[in-house]
């Protein structure tokens, strides 16, 4: 473990930003952490963590003893010996879009001194950590990358709400555009994480990274198509995995969904896409068929739910939904690109008169303006024509929605009874 202990710049405190800047606080770095959300950072200051992973006792304990400052102001960077990006990568309309880099790369290319390291963390393609943000802080400093400071990429493998692997726990790849950068790089990280794994190129780490999503993107969309099958041949997929599940060698179980959601899947293939279409003229059409079933499983639970109040002899149109779980991942409040927006217009646009309940997330849609929001109280579940569980938070009371739902559509397969069906 690196004794070392530097003056750290984390720019960007979101999901991926805030965790790393906490841990590199508390093991004994100095941390500015700069985000360009004045509430954010706010909030922050005052010890308000708004991810579930950093409790605020955890966050409050290192912004009171000096070791972690937020800030919203560039010149809170000066004088950094490590700066991590840590800023999104999204797509727009269906386009990688490194605006948010450019802007941290160049914000943090005036403070470059010699000897510093710059570290990106962000998703992107192969390529972007040499050919965009290298030329971006030589532009903006004057110095050169490798003679005069460290530059490498090291991507994040987080999991919100995974106990078991922590960004602590988790093997952690850095990479460096020459070896004077890989030592740097992977010395800070040592004193952060339990491994590192040094690899050859930032290209090498970057692809990795998508690699990792794009495997499971590919694998949900399989069964997802697999499910949707399966329903319309009456076999129960649920059973079908977990028996195909029994062979301890060659296979890695995957369960349907309602889509996917959050920052990555949804987004980091297209990443990849884009650069192998842009620099080979080539589709990935794995990619683009795990998108399009993925994309389009919304569409599925809309009608399968159609189905079944058809079969109660109830048109959608006028009917009460009630969508439990508007996040896209368990026991998270992250509802960014989550299926449940999706389900919630297509419900509505047909009419229905569509509610939704989750403890966890505090804005959902445009802010709230997709479902009204209300407590999944029993009187909530009996009152609805029908409940989907979209996202099966531990804090829904299963028995209880069995108890008082007249059907439920369990996306999760979580529940069983009479009037629950599976995806
Ligand atoms: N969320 C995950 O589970 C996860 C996992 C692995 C990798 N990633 C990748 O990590 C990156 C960050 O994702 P996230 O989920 O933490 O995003 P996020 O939206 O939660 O947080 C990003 C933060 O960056 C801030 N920001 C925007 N522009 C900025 C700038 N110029 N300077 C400083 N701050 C700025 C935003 O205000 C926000 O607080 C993305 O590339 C994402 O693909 C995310």
């Not at 010699?114 to 400093?141: F, H, M, N, R």
């Not at 078991?164 to 555009?177: A, E, M």
């Not at 970057?206 to 969309?221: P, S």
């Not at 409940?387 to 007249?406: G, K, M, Y």
């Amino acid at each position: 473990m690196s004794t070392e202990l530097s003056r750290v710049v984390v720019a960007g405190l979101g999901y991926v930003g805030l965790p790393l800047a906490v841990r590199a606080a508390e093991v004994g770095h100095r941390v500015i952490g700069y985000d360009t959300d004045a509430d954010r950072v706010k909030a922050l200051d005052a010890g308000e963590s708004y991810i579930e992973d950093v409790p605020s006792s955890r966050l409050a304990a290192v912004v009171d003893s000096g070791a972690f400052r937020p800030s919203a102001v560039t010149r809170a960077c000066a004088g950094f010996d490590v700066a991590v990006i840590t800023v999104p990568t999204p797509l727009r309309e269906g386009l990688p879009d490194l605006s948010y880099v450019e802007a941290a790369a160049r914000m943090l290319a005036r403070f470059l001194r010699p000897g510093a390291t710059v570290i990106v963390e962000s998703t992107s393609y192969p390529g972007t950590t040499t050919e965009q943000v290298l030329p971006w802080l030589e532009d903006g400093s004057g110095l050169i990358g490798g003679t005069d400071f460290h530059l490498g990429y090291s991507p994040e493998r987080i999991d919100p709400g995974n106990s078991t692997w922590t960004l602590v726990s988790t093997p952690k790849i850095v990479s460096g555009i020459d070896a004077g950068s890989v030592a740097a790089i992977g010395d800070f990280y040592a004193g952060i994480v339990e491994t590192t794994v040094p690899v050859s190129a930032p290209s090498v780490a970057e692809l990795a990274k998508i690699i990792e999503n794009t495997f499971r993107h590919v694998n949900i969309a399989l069964i997802n198509e697999f499910a949707v099958f399966a329903h319309g041949l009456k076999i129960d997929i649920w059973e079908a995995i977990d028996a195909a599940s029994t062979k301890p060698f060659g296979f890695m179980p995957f369960t349907p969904g309602p889509g996917v959601g959050g920052h990555c899947l949804p987004v980091d293939p297209c990443y990849l896409s884009w650069r192998v279409e842009r620099a080979l003229g080539q589709s990935f059409r794995f990619v683009e068929l795990a998108n399009d079933i993925n994309n389009h499983m919304p569409d599925y639970v809309v009608r399968r739910l159609m189905l079944a109040l058809n079969k109660r002899g109830r048109p959608v149109s006028g009917s009460r939904v009630l969508l439990l779980g508007l996040a896209y991942k368990k026991n998270t409040g992250d509802a960014r690109e989550s299926p449940a927006v999706r389900i919630a217009q297509l419900l509505t646009g047909m009419g229905a008169d569509v509610r939704g309940a989750d403890p966890h997330v505090a804005e959902f849609g445009l802010r709230d303006t997709v479902v009204p929001r209300v407590e999944p109280t029993s009187a909530e579940i009996s009152r609805a024509d029908a409940v989907i569980l979209v996202t099966d938070h531990d804090a829904f009371d299963t028995d209880e929605i069995a108890q008082h739902a007249s059907y439920v559509l369990d996306c999760r397969r979580v529940m069983s009874g009479d009037n629950v069906e599976s995806l």
